[in-house]
């Protein structure tokens, strides 16, 4: 072949390898034989008219390779997180080691057979041919050189079928310096593959002819389950398994009976749902239902919880029994919390005295000074100076004076017209009246009517009496040595206006206090505690002892002036002193209501 030619069939050997396969389908029963022409690290594509079975799959096209290799996947398909696949470059450059775990083997080398797997390079009088037919195909290298020496010369031959048998044959090995490998791979993840030779060079006699029948692959006829690459896997996991995959037949069956059995609560449907869900139910709170175990105790922590008073076994229950007591009533222990006040109360509701804190001091008070200003042993007299007449408003209203005092007086009955709202305010006080008062008005207008009759009277007898002066005075004198002289009219009216003027005085005591708690708020509580202040003629800061803090201890320490002798009895003494003034005192006293 001519020069021209030659550089033809280098740069346009798939054209040539294009026509001989033509050629060779015109007639599929004789053999296909190509001869491609290949250069350095090129490979050539060689369908096959059989499927081969290889470790599990079947293929119907091959990749013949210069450097020494027949593959079964497109070296022009990337492979996935791989830097390259090494078909594009015919398996270049020397052969690896065909173990399992080598690093070095990638799924790039997957599903390949290697008769001399090394760095080869044609020159001239080297040639490649392929033949094949329904039965079998063939491969054959012939003088291709070492690419370091190119007079060692290499002669090699592959032979595949559809049985899956594999038989290599060496006609000549020549090689030094390469690394070289011999052995066929298939799904190198899952272990599948075997060698034949791995070295530097070839020594004389260590590589001979070698042939596989069948490779582990083929075992997917008779146990689809060998691997996941065999045909009918996928019916036989869902045959095994029907879980094995969602489209497998009877798989929403198999899910749920395997959820039920994890988890009886999966589904209603499932059996022994309501079992589990009550079980559930009572893990979270035992009140769920009276059958759940620990219900009793459950219920009664709650009620303790809500009560401690619940039963006296509740954890706190004579703490809450104590604050109850003291809730109701302050009284009922010294270490209730509200003791102090509580027993300040009852001491201000049996006597508004007990402290001039008391809400209702101030009524007290008024109440003793109105019952104190009624004498005990009234005196009488006949003394026109000393009277208290009934006077009579300009409204035609019949005023008796109750106390000698003018101001406590006006203040208790007078009405007060001021325009002073505060003044208003505390004369507008009403005093209830009692039948007491009605008689007190009834006897006060029967006074005044004997009063003008006596007037009356004493005009008409006033001559009278002057004539008979002389006389009338030596027998009342005469008289009044010898027999007590009945009382007068006027000292019997004198004596009914004393005691209307007390039950006046009393009753007005009373009404004054009793409006005084009537009070509906502070504002009214104010305004008759005006009246009671001025009836009081309270001077501001009289009471200011009362509102001084002393210290809780005696004023002065114990003396003991006369030691083991009696004090002077002074009793007589004083009663020598201090009669006169107390008689005189109670007379005082007696004639306010005169």
């Not at 009852?346 to 007990?354: A, R």
């Not at 708020?521 to 501001?540: G, I, L, T, W, Y």
């Amino acid at each position: 072949m001519n020069k021209s030619l030659k550089q033809i069939v280098k740069h346009f050997g798939a054209l040539v390898v294009l026509f001989f396969c033509s050629f060779s389908y015109s007639n599929a029963q004789t053999p296909v034989v190509t001869n491609p022409v290949f250069y350095d690290d090129t490979n050539v594509h060689v369908p096959l008219q059989f499927g081969f079975p290889f470790f599990g799959r079947t293929f119907t096209n091959s990749w013949m390779h210069s450097n020494g290799v027949v593959s079964f996947l497109d070296p022009l398909t990337p492979i996935p997180n791989q830097p390259y696949n090494p078909g594009q470059w015919a398996y270049c450059c020397q052969g690896l080691d065909l173990v399992p775990n080598n690093p070095q083997l990638g799924p790039q080398f997957n599903f390949m057979i290697a008769p001399l797997w090394t760095d080869l390079y044609p020159v001239a009088g080297s040639t490649f041919r392929t033949e094949g037919t329904t039965t079998y195909q063939k491969y054959f290298w012939n003088n291709i050189a070492e690419i370091s020496n190119m007079n060692n010369l290499n002669t090699f031959s592959l032979e595949i079928r559809p049985t899956g048998f594999i038989g290599a044959t060496y006609d000549l090995i020549n090689i030094q310096n390469q690394q070289v490998a011999a052995g066929i791979t298939g799904d190198i993840s899952l272990g599948q593959m075997q060698k034949f030779y791995f070295g530097t060079g070839i020594p004389s006699g260590t590589l001979g002819n070698w042939s596989v029948n069948n490779t582990p692959g083929d075992q997917c006829v008779s146990n689809p389950l060998s691997s996941p690459t065999c045909p009918g896997y996928t019916q036989a996991m869902c045959s095994a398994n029907p879980l094995y995959d969602a489209s497998c037949p009877g798989y929403q069956s198999a899910y749920f009976t395997q959820q039920c059995s994890i988890s009886s609560l999966y589904s209603p449907n499932c059996p022994g749902y309501a079992a589990a869900y009550l079980t559930y139910q009572c893990s979270i709170n035992p009140l769920y239902s009276t059958t759940c175990e620990g219900y009793q105790q459950a219920y009664f922590n709650q009620q303790c919880s809500l009560n401690s008073l619940y039963s006296v076994n509740c954890p706190g229950y004579h703490q809450a029994y104590f604050d109850q007591q003291c809730s109701l009533s302050g009284l009922y222990s010294t270490s209730c919390p509200n003791y102090q006040q509580a027993y300040f109360n009852q001491q201000c509701n049996l006597n508004g005295l007990y402290s001039t804190q008391c809400p209702n001091y101030a009524t007290a008070y008024a109440t003793k000074l109105a019952l104190e200003s009624t004498p005990k042993n009234a005196t009488t007299t006949t003394s026109t100076n000393t009277e208290t007449t009934p006077t009579v408003s300009s409204t035609g209203e019949t005023k008796v004076a109750i106390v000698s005092d003018s101001n406590v007086n006006s203040v208790i009955t007078t009405t007060a017209t001021s325009a002073n709202p505060a003044q208003a305010a505390t004369a507008t006080v009403p005093l209830v009246q009692s039948p007491q008062q009605t008689e007190t008005k009834a006897v006060t207008a029967a006074v005044v009517q004997e009063q003008k009759k006596e007037e009356k009277k004493d005009v008409t007898t006033t001559s009278t009496s002057n004539s008979s002066s002389s006389s009338t005075t030596a027998s009342t004198s005469t008289a009044s040595g010898t027999k007590e002289q009945p009382k007068t009219a006027r000292q019997e009216l004198q004596e009914r206006r004393e005691a209307v003027a007390k039950a006046k005085a009393i009753e007005d005591g009373k009404n004054l206090a009793e409006n005084m708690g009537k009070a509906a708020d502070m504002e009214q509580q104010k305004m008759v505690q005006n009246v009671v202040v001025q009836a009081m003629a309270f001077v501001p800061g009289f009471d200011a002892y009362g509102k001084v803090i002393l210290r809780d201890k005696p004023f002065y320490p114990p003396v003991e002036i006369y030691k083991g002798q009696s004090n002077v009895d002074n009793r007589v003494l004083g009663r020598r002193m201090f009669g006169p003034t107390d008689q005189l005192h109670n007379e005082m006293v007696n004639q306010q209501y005169r």
